[in-house]
């Protein structure tokens, strides 16, 4: 049974267009995340959601927008997609957010190319 | 600068050897260490997890931390072809929630 599941695994769309990442975790985690590894493999988070409520907004534009239906799903939904957001994004989740030392479990990625 | 400097290699090694990884960071406050590894189309597995300065051991993995340094280690004893994978640290801060600072990441590779 896979813990974090993403769907889909590639996308690849024209550039202007708005798309769905979805992300489930059956892990009974509280806490989960949505990362961006670059072409360089540089992985970076985007986003946080603890129980539904977001805790970690990095610096990232407000096309991206996350959601969290219940603590065991989180998407990301991008508009106006741009060449820049082609990469592999990640989800992940962690049992809580508290105290720096839950480690996170990661899904196998999301390839998104903007053609 | 990069709060967590790594370098990408390629590290190219045979068999058996005892392959060294390591990072740097710059923000004294990181309080948890992680090493992560990634094959290729895969996600990050935790491999390792330290707190603060000192020793941890499994198996045929050390990691290390010297907080006065800056600077953290994976030691791979052994190592297999099978370690062939993209070695990642990361670290974080307990009042940050709980957020990850990755390394770029270093590639291996063990050649039978």
């Known amino acids: 049974d896979t813990a974090v599941s993403q769907t889909p695994k590639y996308l690849v769309t024209q550039m202007g267009n708005d798309k769905s990442i979805k992300c489930e975790q059956n892990l009974g985690h509280d806490t989960m995340y949505w990362y961006k590894q670059d072409s360089k493999k540089f992985l970076k988070i985007m986003f946080s959601?603890?129980?539904?409520?977001?805790?970690i907004n990095e610096t990232v534009p407000n096309r991206f927008s996350p959601k969290s239906p219940d603590k065991a799903h989180l998407n990301l939904h991008i508009n106006s997609l741009e060449l820049g957001d082609s990469a592999v994004y990640f989800c992940?989740?962690?049992?809580?957010?508290?105290?720096?030392?839950?480690?996170?479990?990661f899904g196998d990625g999301t390839r998104l190319s903007i053609l | 600068q990069k709060e967590v400097e790594q370098d990408p290699g390629p590290l190219s090694v045979p068999e058996g050897a005892i392959v060294s990884l390591n990072c740097t960071y710059s923000?004294?406050?990181?309080?948890?260490f992680m090493w992560y590894r990634q094959y290729s189309r895969k996600g990050p597995e935790l491999l390792m997890y330290t707190y603060s300065s000192g020793n941890k051991e499994d198996g045929r993995f050390t990691a290390q931390v010297d907080k006065s340094s800056k600077y953290i280690s994976l030691f791979i004893r052994d190592s297999q072809p099978s370690d062939s994978a993209t070695y990642l640290c990361?670290?974080?801060?307990?009042?940050?929630?709980?957020?990850?600072?990755f390394g770029a990441g270093t590639i291996l590779r063990v050649k039978s």
């Open positions: 992940a989740s962690s049992l809580t957010r508290s105290g720096g030392n839950q480690p996170q479990h």
């Open positions: 923000n004294s406050a990181f309080q948890y």
């Open positions: 990361a670290m974080s801060i307990m009042e940050y929630g709980n957020k990850l600072v």
């Open positions: 959601y603890n129980n539904k409520e977001l805790i």
